[in-house]
């Protein structure tokens, strides 16, 4: 017998509330009074810009890395220092935040999606492959809800196609692949410090330079600030090519700095309540969690698991609603669509009343481009993960879908 559901007056599965906490305390004031002490707010004069970098620098095992104003920011950076320019095209991913196509429009390059695997919602490399042409200049990784994307064969067919490749990895902090950080595999790592991120500066954003060579520095450096190059005491402006201004204030490299400090803290408790969960999905009808690949280690921004309404007997929204009901947030999908059905991909159109640079291309955006991405969308549940809930909470999200399941489930499909 399945217990009666809250949403037809049953007894409600969570009944204490999700632990909360506070992000930002005595640590952050701190250095921003410290900040301000310095009588400059501006990171080539200051010390905590470079402070935060250092510390970046040092938790992710890289070289050299840049600051920027946004995560949209330090994607259109490596992209300017990777080259990437007017008629090129960009791989990247359907499912993802606008700010990782932003940079692309305005090198006036081309975003080109390619198909995602159906369980880690991560680009697909032959999807990948099949989508190169002789314009094809780099490949914009996202590594979604802090998933790590299988980054051998993409590297792979990056250099047998002399490609650059770019990891937005905005919401994979400390996530690994192999044992490797996510973000340190391509050519660039990008990150963003906005406030919902697993760490915040405000706004804010990283680029970090793998190739660990200081003129690869130099030329992100140079790029996230109107192409100054600041450099030791001489500055040189001279302008060979175009740069926007995406400098960091020292204002949020303080807060950076003791935001860094509680990152891996905030990681290991996301791992640990995400892949709690996927423990607690195994074997239920009509449920596919979220797939982290054995061997990598996920940092879940959020759960997003799958329904097959079939196997469920009942719709998405039905399911939603029943676990909503029981005391679990959660929400059907994620964007309500794939990122090519936007007005500016179905116009062709990024700037108004112009249809350039897509006329230097022959991409296209119809239905249909990226089936598994469009399924995913349509049938996927998003559960909340934040490193100050605790077992419990864990415990009763999982007790709560179970709940659901075996209420609405065909008999023929009940387990136990
Ligand atoms: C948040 C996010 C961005 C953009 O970051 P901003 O700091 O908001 O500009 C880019 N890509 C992904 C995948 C994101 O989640």
């Not at 970046?56 to 330090?74: C, D, E, I, M, Q």
């Not at 330079?209 to 130099?218: A, T």
């Not at 140079?222 to 402006?237: E, L």
């Not at 690949?293 to 929204?317: H, K, P």
Request: glycine share 10%; aromatic share 10%; charged share 25%.
């Amino acid at each position: 017998m399945s217990e009666p559901l809250a949403l037809y007056g049953g007894p409600k599965t969570k009944v204490t509330p999700f632990g909360t906490g506070r992000r930002f305390g005595f640590e952050e004031a701190k250095e921003l009074l410290e900040a301000l002490e310095q009588n400059t707010l501006f990171y080539h004069f200051g010390g905590k810009v470079k402070k935060f970098l250092e510390d970046f620098n040092a938790l992710y095992g890289v070289k050299y890395s840049v600051a920027a104003s946004s995560g949209t920011a330090a994607i259109h950076v490596a992209l300017g220092a990777a080259g990437v320019t007017v008629g090129d095209e960009v791989i990247t991913s359907p499912i993802t935040d606008q700010g990782t196509l932003v940079g692309i429009l305005y090198q006036n390059a081309i975003p080109v999606f390619a198909d995602l695997d159906p369980h880690t919602y991560n680009l697909d490399p032959a999807s990948v492959e099949a989508r190169i042409t002789e314009k094809t200049k780099a490949i914009v990784v996202v590594h979604l809800a802090g998933n790590p994307c299988d980054m051998d064969p993409i590297m792979e067919i990056a250099r047998k196609h002399r490609l650059k490749v770019i990891e937005d990895c905005a919401q994979s902090y400390l996530a690994k692949y192999k044992g490797r950080l996510a973000g340190t595999i391509g050519d660039y790592g990008c990150f963003s410090t906005n406030d919902f991120k697993h760490i915040s500066t405000g706004d804010g954003g990283i680029v970090s330079v793998n190739s660990g060579r200081e003129d690869d520095f130099h030329a992100v450096h140079a790029f996230a600030d109107k192409n100054y190059r600041r450099f030791g005491t001489d500055v040189m402006r001279e302008l060979q090519t175009l740069a926007p201004n995406y400098r960091m204030t020292e204002l949020q490299g303080a807060v950076g700095i003791a935001q860094l400090k509680k990152l891996p803290w905030i990681c290991e408790r996301r791992t640990a309540y995400g892949d709690r969960i996927t423990e607690g999905l195994q074997g239920l009808p009509g449920i596919t969690a979220h797939r982290v690949e054995q061997g990598n280690v996920g940092t879940y921004w959020f759960y997003m698991l799958r329904v097959e309404e079939d196997a469920l007997g009942c719709s998405r929204e039905a399911f939603s609603e029943a676990l909503a009901a029981e005391g679990i947030p959660n929400s059907p999908g994620y964007i309500p669509d794939v990122v090519y059905m936007q007005p500016l991909f179905q116009r062709r159109s990024a700037y108004p009343g112009s249809s350039f640079p897509f006329d230097l291309s022959g991409a296209t955006y119809e239905r249909g481009l990226c089936p598994n991405a469009e399924r995913i969308l349509q049938t996927a549940v998003r559960l909340n993960v934040n490193e100050h809930y605790t077992d419990q909470d864990i415990d009763d999200m999982v007790k709560a879908v179970r709940k659901v399941v075996y209420f609405f489930a065909p008999k023929e499909n009940a387990v136990i």
